[in-house]
């Protein structure tokens, strides 16, 4: 199965500031990767597939980049609305896998 | 719109089974694949099982192989997952979710997710 690392796992950051999390697969996965959004209490929400294609109806300060093995997902400005869990996830092959998580925390 | 509307979890016995239903709308059902995702409490995600839009193929996690069996009705547009010989390790929360094609991709939308709670 491919594993999926994300990093960091925790992040604490204040409104408006850049903020950059990162996923590594062990082994090649092409452009097969896809970032979410997961607050309490609720279903995840796609961000980005394709490792870099907005999807519709996010905002534009999110954006995703990367191809085989590194992949990132940048806020590029943060907004009250985001601090939430952000997860990967690669669908090149099955088993699927998610990262762990990343956690983004108020600074 | 596309929805997705889990249900039947349950509390259940350690041993025990429980089907799980998502009722697919605002899409042509058969023509995409469909997974089970699940999340432990204060956990991360993670992917249970798949079937494809024609249901010729299924794939599942280590984890759930020869307990869990995903399957689909597209003529009710709904997919299912039986679970049997639960384990209190299979306590989560059970989302479905909609492929971005027949056979494989990105996974949006997600259902509500329904709660397994397997007692020891």
């Known amino acids: 199965a491919i594993r999926v690392t994300q990093s960091p796992s925790s992040l604490s950051a204040s409104v408006g500031d850049r903020v950059t999390i990162t996923c590594r697969a062990s082994?090649?996965?092409?452009?097969?990767l896809g970032w979410y959004q997961q607050k309490p209490g609720e279903a995840p929400k796609l961000l980005i597939y394709?490792?870099?294609s907005l999807q519709s109806g996010v905002p534009s300060r999110f954006s995703g980049s990367g191809s085989a093995t590194d992949f990132t997902l940048t806020i590029s400005s943060l907004q009250p609305e985001d601090f939430a869990t952000y997860y990967c996830?690669?669908?090149?092959?099955?088993?699927?896998?998610f990262g762990q998580g990343t956690k983004l925390e108020i600074k | 719109e596309v929805q997705l509307l889990d249900s039947g979890g349950d509390l259940v016995q350690s041993g025990g089974s429980l089907r799980l239903s998502c009722a697919a709308s605002?899409?042509?059902?058969?023509?995409?694949?469909m997974s089970w995702v699940r999340q432990a409490p204060g956990k991360g995600l993670e992917w249970v099982s798949a079937?494809?839009?024609?249901?010729?193929?299924?794939h599942y996690a280590d984890s759930v192989k020869g307990r869990f069996t995903i399957s689909r009705d597209n003529s009710k547009n709904t997919l299912y997952l039986q679970m049997n010989s639960l384990r209190a390790e299979d306590t989560a929360i059970y989302y479905c979710?909609?492929?971005?094609?027949?056979?494989?991709?990105?996974?949006?939308?997600w259902g509500q997710g329904t709660l397994v709670t397997v007692s020891s």
């Open positions: 605002g899409f042509t059902f058969s023509s995409y694949a």
């Open positions: 394709a490792a870099s």
């Open positions: 979710a909609k492929a971005s094609s027949g056979s494989y991709g990105w996974f949006d939308p």
């Open positions: 079937i494809s839009g024609s249901a010729a193929s299924t």
């Open positions: 082994q090649g996965v092409t452009n097969d």
């Open positions: 996830l690669q669908y090149y092959n099955y088993p699927y896998t």
